[in-house]
């Protein structure tokens, strides 16, 4: 950031002060985020009501009318208290944010005193989401990751308790958490909004439900709120809940025979997929890999019916430290750091990241233990134990820029292996191949009579043939747009289990799928796989493919080629060499010289990490093939082949076309 546009940041900051931390009122509607309108009380004075509110005959009746003071002189019959009385029930039903705040109390976690509940910005957002999918008349799913103590499993229990009183009856509820002692003091959220509730508004009797000691239930509108733990579930399956809050489920301990996705799975099939019906997955980030966090990636990809909520911890109002004038500001902006600059990017404001860097310094925190302790992206909250190997910021860009593959398949030939694997090879569709394709061979632009020497290349690590074995793959990258000043981009994957010399076969055939794509094969992970399973035949393979395949990658050291000694074919990867290759990687991700298609490669450079004893690698229960293997095939791509080459050149208008593509990938990757 620099001094020349210190004033457009003010303002933009301004701005996000008053978006998130400027004046909200309850009763007058000012500052919600739910769609309002005008009601006229007078001629000058209104107050902001859901827009839902106005399809009560009542509201309608108000707004013909112009104002309450205009309804009442046309109705003398309809008194003050009748109209007060009549309105103020349609806004209960209609407006949680007046209905919390004139009738629901919570406690003040620094006064401890009792106090109205008024929703605070990250609440107003989460509030939002749910009021979306019930106005919408869709079933209420919800994935909520944690971040700091904000509330929001309190406005989950509110805005539950509000739908049972204010809109359905029988509509039983449940808390499900790791034990039933957590599960019992989120319920007790209910207990104290019974226990508080306005006399003058009506009563909630709240007692025990035919004697058990798990089950309460509200007498006046015949609502079950039950318990129940993750390590006894058998209560849970004795009611028809239609509303679940199910609580910390990154930490649900898994158990002999018991998994904590097969438990949420069984319990929420009991939920029906009805309108008001409500699914709440929260929980703060344990680590990635886990249930949680393959919950919070699918509902991200749009992959899952739930909605996923975070909340950074600069929307929390409790971390910001004003500034003492204009200039400490300004050369506070003159001394943002990248990282610092990236919060910004994100949309902290210049208070919240003054805040973050006078609490790590007084704290002598470390990046990572600030980014595990406050979190600013989803990426941030579920990172490992272990040290980060490629940057978050990074990864979280490479993440935007994935889609997904055009077709799913494998391919077949005459044979699995000798001359018939490359004879007749064909593209197969089915939904649950190994092989992913984002570009066919020759695309963009398979039209155009064009050759293009140098232009794929293949990388292979091959794993073993169970299910609980590493993942055999191959890595196919595109070089074209290198012809004109673009960079290389991963256009297919190959993933799966198969015996090791078949796969190596699959390899070379994926690759002369890709025009004879050059082949690198990770040879030592032949060695090492064949040694306990197969027996040393494997050591051949390569030697019998290249009598069939012409552009396997071989490598020996020039000394040994003027000694005559035979090519080794196949990439060993040794310390030295792995360190190569994922520089190389680390390096195109930094400065944006490759194109990464697959969300699988991005979640793998998530699980990626620098072990306590310096070793590199994927956190415990996770895979690093994809990785590995893109981190070879960006090596072959940008360091080792020469540059692609046209031989039979396109026309003017064809290069014109390709041009504007390529400058419009490029265009995205930049913004992103």
Known sequence: MVMANAKNIIAENNARINNMFG????????GSQISRRKLYLNKTRCVLLPESAFSEPLVRDIENSGSVESFQKANPSFTIDQHTNALWEVRQKHDFEFWAFTCVKVQDKLKKKMVPFVLRYPQRRLLKELERMRLAGKPIRLILLKARQWGGSTLVQVYMAWIQMHHRTRWHSAVVAE???QARNIRGMFTNLAKEYPAAVGSITFKPYEGSTKNRIITERDCVVGIGSAQKPDN??????AMLHLSEVGIWKETAGKKPEDLVQSVRATVAREPYTMIVLESTAKGSGNFFHREWISAERGESGYCPLFVPWFEIDLYRIPFENTDEMLSFIESLSDYEQHLWGLGATLEGIHWYRIYKEGENYTDWRMKEEFPSTAEEAFQ??????????HVHKFRKLTTKPVAIGD??????KGREAFQNIVFDEKRDGELHIWK???????????????????????GGKTAKADYSVVTIIDRYWMLYGGVAERVATWRGHMDQDLFAWKAAQLAQFYDTALLAIERNSLRSKSESTDGSHHLTILDEIKDHYDNLFARNSPDKVKQGFPLKYGFFTGAGTKELILNSLVAAIRDDLYYENDVRAVDEMDYFEIKDDGTLGAKEGQHDDIVITTAGGVWLSNNFMGPPQLIKKASAKEV?????????????????
């Open 23 to 30: 004046d909200y009122d309850p009763v007058t509607g000012i």
């Open 179 to 181: 034990d039933e002692g």
């Open 236 to 241: 849970l399956r004795s009611y028809d809940f």
């Open 384 to 393: 490992s134990t272990g040290r980060r190997y490629f940057r978050a910021q």
């Open 411 to 416: 391919l077949y030939a005459d044979g699995v």
């Open 440 to 462: 066919f061979p020759h695309e963009p632009t398979p039209e155009v009579d064009e050759v293009i020497t140098n232009r794929y290349c293949a990388f292979a690590d091959i």
């Open 656 to 672: 014109e076309i390709l041009r504007k593509r390529h400058q419009n990938i490029q265009g995205n990757h930049a913004v992103l």
